[in-house]
């Protein structure tokens, strides 16, 4: 049974309204399901909203009960309507439910920023800080690359945990429970930010969902180590597994050594990745090179280093398939500010902030080919029957201005 302090105990009995004894019943109950011993406190969150039925009943029915977030969460991407509505026709009902959804989570107190990468801008915690995370690439970048602390939470108990201020005790906030249980050899060179896509694809399919140790054994170019790069290893790693933490030997906070990765002198088990399981896995995923429709960027949200390098290849051209490229609000304003947003437009291609490919919005692109640099947007997309050639983005950006993938390596 999960020990609750008086404050806690005060939630639990509905001290602080239906809403937050609601939110906490829920915590207690996952606190059972783990053992957890206690609760502890958070300081930041982050809700992966879906803008999807169940995700709205959710949060409308906490707000309907009352209920105010503790600590204001960051949360995921929807669609911004706004936008998409200079770009396609909408239906009534999809647009409706991205309002509601945005007028529930803004009731509930929670911070609208709508990015899928609130840990490189908005939402950035410190080492050992215990905070709540959904969201496939935020969790393994907090815990593995800040050395924060968070299980990996859904959208709902991470919002549960916004609205009381606690999560229970378990998992990946014991330091016991980070240990590496695999060595990665990592044998390929790693050349692009491309790369870390296939790695993260390719490992939880040699590993399952252990947690890897990555061994690095060529040396690795500082410009492809970038948070780009990490940002899309966890991603990949969390589409074809479920992968929390991983650490990179030398690299990461918890594995300055062998010995502090496995916290032990011996390593369970070793395995080696080479540039044939990259060759093997991008075949298996991604559509034949050929003649593309559109290309759609930005899955996790591109950075700004990386609309930088879109933009200076096609800066000055026409491209020969509309390019969307999706980014967080802050980061498109700043390359409003830059001018690299009124290039890319030039180009024949646009900037959608607050938007993930996973939407209804899309649908204008249902049943057509595109491409892109990113594995889980082709993984999510392919039950809403969009094809996607796979390669890496400067290759990308190159197809978009011939409207063809041609060469990828
Ligand atoms: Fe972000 Fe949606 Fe992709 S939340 S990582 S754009 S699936």
Redesign the pocket.
């Known amino acids: 049974m999960v020990r609750l302090n008086k404050d806690e105990n005060d939630m639990l009995n509905g001290k602080y309204g239906k809403g937050t004894q609601t939110a906490m019943k829920i915590q207690v109950a996952i606190a059972e399901a783990f053992d957890a011993p206690y609760m502890v406190p958070i300081s930041k969150a982050h809700v992966?909203l879906s803008n999807q039925e169940a995700d709205l009943w959710f949060v409308e029915t906490l707000v309907s009960q009352g209920a105010k977030c503790r600590v204001r969460p960051t949360v995921?991407?929807s669609f911004n309507w706004k936008q998409m509505k200079k770009i396609t026709t909408l239906s009534q009902e999809d647009e409706e439910i991205v309002k509601r959804t945005d007028k529930a989570y803004r009731e509930i107190g929670a911070l609208m920023t709508y990015d899928?990468?609130p840990y490189l801008q908005l939402n950035v915690p410190k080492v050992n800080e215990v905070i709540a995370y959904s969201?496939?690439?935020a969790t393994p970048f907090v815990n593995s690359i800040y050395g924060a602390k968070t299980n990996r939470e859904s959208a709902q108990s991470a919002l549960c945990a916004a609205v009381t201020g606690v999560v229970p005790y378990y998992g990946y906030l014991d330091k016991k429970n980070r240990k590496g249980q695999v060595l990665v050899n990592v044998l390929t060179e790693m050349k692009s930010d491309f790369d870390f896509q296939l790695l993260g694809y390719v490992t939880p399919l040699k590993v399952g969902f252990k947690i890897p140790v990555f061994n690095f054994k060529n040396k690795i170019d500082k410009k492809h180590f970038s948070n780009a790069s990490l940002m899309n290893l966890g991603?990949q790693m969390n589409t074809s597994g479920n992968v929390a933490i991983y650490h990179i030997l030398g690299v990461t906070p918890e594995a300055k050594t062998f010995e502090d990765a496995f916290q032990s002198e011996n390593i369970p088990e070793i395995i080696n990745i080479t540039q044939a399981d990259f060759d093997s896995v991008r075949d298996k995923i991604s559509a034949p090179l050929g003649k593309i429709d559109f290309a759609l960027f930005?899955?996790?949200?591109l950075t700004f280093e990386q609309i930088e390098s879109v933009v200076d290849i096609i800066s000055g051209k026409k491209l020969a398939v509309p390019l969307f490229i999706?980014s967080s609000d802050p980061t498109r304003r700043l390359c409003e500010q830059m001018g690299l947003l009124k290039i890319i437009r030039d180009a024949g291609g646009e900037i959608i902030s607050n938007?993930?490919?996973?939407?209804p919005c899309w649908k204008f692109l249902y049943g057509k080919k595109g491409v892109t640099d990113?594995p889980?947007?082709a993984y999510?997309t392919r039950r809403r029957k969009m094809e996607f050639v796979i390669t890496d983005l400067e290759n990308a950006a190159y197809s978009a201005l011939k409207g063809e993938v041609t060469d990828d390596y």
């Open positions: 992966a995921n991407p899928c990468t969201e496939s690439s991603a930005g899955c996790p949200h999706m938007t993930c490919m996973d939407q990113s889980k947007c999510y």
